[in-house]
């Protein structure tokens, strides 16, 4: 679907300086490189100004530094955070382009007798609510996806397809929960007993649910498991990326955002603002403090006290290279004791 | 639900010495840390006994050693493993605050005509039982869960919500099984055909299947591929965690428990007993003793013979560190080389 | 189900020369090691020569090198490349021990009423098709599988049960696509915004979907998001393994080769032919050239521009020497500086 607009209505709503025909049309929003006439494209990291001269875009977004740039090829929407704006003209775009269909319950769900259904949520073909659920005004529940036994969902929260959401599960307000994904599956817990030829793993039930804050979003097929004895809590404002794995009993501060893959073991807890890079590692019973942020493919194997950066990825290099280097480095240790006996050889004082 | 209980109560269903008032009630099992009047708790490492002292639960559950200081604050439940007992308690304490609804083929579920379904069996709204496939006494199928051609599900089994079982794979007795896991799809193979700018794939079709033994547990969202030519087989009582890969004709031995992000590669054979950390990734093609542990994030490139515990996870560090560490590793080989020349000139003999 | 055939009949249908007598029988595809009487059997690594004398099978499939030793032994099928004899055969049996049933859409599927659905198509029971799809002839949906809005599939196309695919994103023709799956949930893309502790999250909306080629492969529980202002883009003959996460606006080049547990980054740009090994990372915004191998358990952190084996695993090792090699690696860096200068100290020239 193609969302005609004007210059002058995208500023009028959202807001900028506009610098050029008020007129002017736009049809897509569109990358600067490969922007041609018809797109609102925007410049949000100063490094690449000069693509502005080449770009074919009808008008650009810009910062104030790089307003005459801009506008010296064409027309340009001046604002302090061109990002923040385009993310904002996405949501507008979004809501135009893709406008929802009109709430209602259709008629192949299975809704309990005595779940509470507010008004304005849309239940989609095939979904089940179950007993003692309580759907929120405005929320909206995909096809096939299951709001358990006693299980809350808060207003305006959006459900894709195919979600699982577990009894007693809570999630608050103006949520999206992507599909696949899974709220409330137990958590890991055994006890070992002594079985004939080693530990036998009696199963540790998980009394506890997840509540999720409102604002939250959450990718395809990740998990979120309930805990063992108290919740699983996930702040207001976090995002999820796709397939992460959060164990039972974690806690999640406000506004932190894990990427795709990453796996937070059980009763770890993680600080407000945190920026957890894709494939991370969080040891289980560990805190991370606020505003941290942790690189891909690293593995947190111990509590973090100070805000800063930390990573921990093994660098890629050509095989033949990789395997010289990986065999060394499992004689590292006494590689270091050899020095040292060399540096008291030659400096014995 | 609150499930208020009485200590004698508990002591008679589980045993234990009760050293206390049998008619304290409690209403809630909780941390020691965290406990409040009506609280049970338990003390399962001696490290953590100081605790004792100043929790506020109305009963503890410790080890004999531990009977002293724990009746000197309150009732105590003395039992040689308190974790085990624990383990135990919560599941006595699952089955009185969350009864299963009684057993029923709900009209909203399509059954194949020829499916065998044994007696007190449970299907959910909109699961599907496909043709020829059997399901034994007790067990119970969520939700949207589709059970394939010819598939076999034991006595007790659960099966949670949205679950995916392919055809002619069969699951054992008093399984557990969460929402999301695909089991039985195909396993990964394909033969390379010259193509015009390179190889190209050709389907080698996966004619084996899945066999699970009893009292395995299945985590959310993991995949169990069906075999090449013979059967995918993990043991009994074997436990996974959430967002596991099983390749296919992998093999996993009895009571081998493995957490989540796991991957194994086919044709794997992982013995009984073993450990496996979270994000470990095993080789295909290689063998694992019984009784080895691996911890996170560990890769296991060739077979282990030995019992025992194996790790090869990055340490993490501060990123301005990372990252001259990392870069240095790549001239490791180089640098053992250096050493070894300083060594000859200073020791030449 | 058994599917009993001859030998003549296997070289009647997929080609080869037949050593040995057309009216011999068989009843299963076994590996050459554990072959019994009934068994075809192939022997595609010439380094396992020595397993044909020992073996039971009826008759092995064999190259021209090693024609002579498997008939030797008994009947042999010879052709240049037997693993790809092989997977034609896997083919040709799935096709008769598995015979699909007729096509045909069940009564409990939801299919909107301008959904446009081809000849020969099958829709199985509570499958979604949601308005405007089109689905080619013949197709295939499984149970349970959402086809949302104005989405397409292309002819022959396979999709298992429990499978999401969004609005407007479009599959090939000949795919198959496992169960569990998710294609066109929103990338993960959000704009800073300062909030009163730290920074929160304006999400930016997705606006593109997934395009994706012919005779793609996608495994159980894997992710492909949609792009966010154009689509993300799966090149023909692409097979992807198990639970990879596919990130927003990622090009993969046709017949590449990626295994499970592989993330791949928003905007990252992957070449034809590759073949990317279990749990590798592609950073964001990196391309990779055609025809580069990259090794399990490897993150390729910036752009390879040359064809080769790339790797960056760490080596496990027995955990009390990684603790010891791991400790000293954050001690890398400072230990090349000690051997610089213990080489100026000794050779000050």
Chains 1, 2, 3 share one sequence.
Not at 142 to 155: E, F, K
Not at 203 to 216: F, H, M, S, T
Not at 264 to 289: M, Y
């Amino acid at each position: 679907m193609i969302a005609e607009t004007t210059l002058g209505e995208i500023a009028a709503t959202l807001g900028g300086d506009l610098l050029g025909e008020a007129a002017l049309r736009v049809t897509r929003i569109g990358p600067l490189e490969s922007a041609d006439a018809g797109t609102i494209a925007f410049l949000a990291n100063p490094r690449y100004a000069s693509q502005l001269a080449g770009t074919q875009a009808t008008c650009v977004i810009v910062a104030p530094a790089s307003a005459e740039a801009a506008a010296a090829r064409g027309a340009a929407i001046v604002t302090p955070d061109p990002y923040l704006y385009f993310a904002r003209l996405s949501q507008w775009w979004a809501a135009r382009v893709r406008p929802l269909p009109p709430a209602a319950i259709h008629p192949s769900a299975v809704v309990a007798a005595d779940a509470q259904i507010a008004a304005g949520v849309d239940i989609g073909p095939l979904a089940v609510v179950e007993s003692g659920a309580v759907i929120a005004e405005g929320a909206r529940i995909g096809s096939h996806t299951v709001i358990g036994r006693n299980a809350r969902v808060g207003a305006g929260t959006r459900i894709a397809a195919n979600v699982s959401i577990a009894f007693d599960c809570v999630l608050g307000e103006r949520c999206i929960v992507h599909s696949g994904v899974v709220i409330g599956a137990d958590g890991f817990g055994f006890a070992p007993a002594k079985g004939s030829s080693g530990p036998e793993w009696v199963k540790i039930e998980q009394l506890g649910a997840v509540r999720v804050g409102d604002d939250v979003e959450i990718g395809a097929n990740t998990c979120i498991d309930r805990g063992a004895l108290e919740d699983t809590v996930i702040g207001n404002g976090v995002k999820l990326d796709n397939l992460i794995q959060i164990g039972h009993n974690v806690r999640i501060g406000d506004h932190t955002v894990i990427a795709a893959f990453t796996g937070i073991a059980g009763s770890a807890v993680i600080g407000r603002h945190c920026l957890i890079g894709g494939a991370a590692r969080i040891q289980g019973h560990i805190e991370i403090c606020d505003s941290v942020t942790v690189s891909t493919c690293t593995f947190i194997s111990h509590s973090i006290k100070k805000p800063g950066n930390y990573s921990g990825a093994y660098p890629f290099e050509e095989n033949a290279s990789w395997e010289k280097n990986a065999a060394t480095l499992r004689q590292l240790y006494p590689l270091r004791q050899r020095v040292r006996a060399l540096e008291k050889k030659i400096d014995p004082s």
